[in-house]
């Protein structure tokens, strides 16, 4: 109750919830400080694959015996979980008085909850000057309250692709303005670039960051992989090939950013051996990407068969889910949820020979698509349903054996999903 009390008050800090600017988080850290001047980060930037990325970088450096921080959002379930210090989440008691020294530091001056929530992270990463910061940006970057480093140790760049366009200009609303605002401001380090959705998006990244004295690593030029039989998939950099088994994580996209971790971690020269790489892509902790749910209230409904949820809520994330799901040979049920500010249309487009697609209402989220509404942005397609609640969506689809239900188009419609659950 106490944290609770305590984050709403940080939501009235500042009128809007995000205001790009940097000022107000850095007037805050000089209080503080400048905390984000004493820890060792590697900043992951881009649209989709960054919190994936993270834990694939996080489950190896666990492995290897190197204590890390990681800073993520959004949360799923708890915001616990977007401050990991030490290898282990803050309790509720320790996020409390971690708010509240910032909190009294801050004096009331207006700033964001996102950019309070990081000024306290740095603060905190800062009594750890020796872990791995694992530093997950948030809108575009070039204004985003986490780009106030003025070192660090890599910027790994994940799949970039149009999201939040509500937040540009209608003029500048392109895949080339985005790649700008997400590499322009990289810092002079190493610079990972994962493998991107076309060749226009590489050449801008590659146009924007020319200018840029980092050591400079691209999928495809410089690491690689391809998926072997038996359970194994091969990695290759100039440091030589690994045979390593296949992640507990689902989708080929995932191997992309498994293999993006492994670069960087193998190009910072950590002392990560192969058995802590081979280890630790079976441990990655990924919620709501391409999660499995095995057992729990909704499970029961779903009974055998394969239920999973995902947070894709763009086309590239929509892009990559179907590869996935053509890769399976069984009838697909779809429930999904939309915050309202996506491109609805779009990212349904990329799911293929679906068998029934279901929309639903977010609960608690103000700011999300009526299911009816996303049910009539959806009409061209065949056997497209609403439902009042997610467990009734669930109970009026006619599962039979084999068949697989999927709910996704939200991290928040996920975030139900697991409390339900």
């Known amino acids: 109750m106490k944290l609770q ?5 940080f939501l009235k800090l500042h009128p809007k919830e995000i205001d790009l600017s940097l000022d107000r988080i850095l007037n805050l850290c000089e209080k503080l400080g400048n905390p984000q001047d004493k820890i060792k980060a590697i900043s992951i930037v881009g649209t989709n694959g960054k919190n994936s990325t993270i834990q694939a970088c996080y489950s190896i450096l666990k492995e290897a015996n190197i204590k890390c921080n990681v800073y993520t959002s959004p949360h799923i379930q708890k915001i616990n979980e977007r401050f990991v210090f030490n290898n282990q989440e803050l309790k509720d008691n320790e996020l409390a008085v971690l708010f509240e020294e910032v909190e009294k530091v801050n004096n009331n001056q207006p700033i964001t909850f996102f950019e309070i929530l990081t000024a306290c992270y740095f603060y905190k990463a800062a009594q750890y000057p020796n872990n791995i910061n694992l530093v997950e940006s948030g809108l575009f970057f070039r204004f985003d309250a986490t780009n106030i480093l003025k070192k660090n140790l890599a910027s790994i760049v994940t799949s970039i692709s149009k999201d939040h366009l509500d937040w540009l200009p209608k003029n500048e609303q392109t895949i080339d303005k985005i ?32 200018k840029n004295r980092s050591n400079k690593i691209f999928f495809n030029e410089d690491f690689s992989f391809t998926k072997g039989e038996n359970g194994f998939f091969y990695y290759e950099d100039k440091y030589g090939g690994l045979k ?5 994580v689902l989708g080929l996209y995932q191997l992309e950013n498994i293999s993006t971790a492994i670069a960087t971690l193998r190009e910072l020269d950590l002392d990560v051996k192969r058995d802590n790489i081979k280890t630790g892509i079976k441990k990655i902790n990924n919620i709501a990407r391409l999660q499995e749910i095995t057992s729990g209230n909704l499970k029961s409904l779903v009974k055998d068969n394969l239920f999973l949820i995902s947070g894709d809520h763009n086309e590239d994330g929509a892009r990559v889910l179907n590869e996935y799901l053509q890769s399976l040979d ?14 609805h249309e ?13 929309t ?35 109970k009026s689809i006619k599962l039979n054996q084999g068949d697989l239900l999927l709910i996704t188009g939200s991290l928040y419609l996920c975030s139900e999903v697991l409390n339900l659950n």
């Open 179 to 210: 790649v700008f605002e997400k590499t322009s401001s990289l810092l002079n380090s190493n610079i990972i670039v994962a493998k991107q959705n076309s060749k226009n998006t590489i050449d801008s990244i590659k146009k924007n960051i020319a």
């Open 330 to 343: 069984c009838d697909k049920h779809i429930i999904v949820g939309m915050m309202a500010n996506k491109d």
């Open 5 to 9: 009390k305590i984050l709403s008050r």
């Open 360 to 394: 639903v209402d977010i609960p608690n989220q103000p700011n999300a698509i009526c299911g009816k509404k996303l049910k009539d942005k959806f009409k061209s397609l065949p056997n497209v349903n609403y439902a009042e609640s997610i467990e009734e969506a669930i």
């Open 244 to 248: 390593l088994p296949e992640p507990n």
């Open 346 to 358: 779009s990212y349904i487009s990329f799911l293929k020979n679906i068998s029934s697609i279901t």
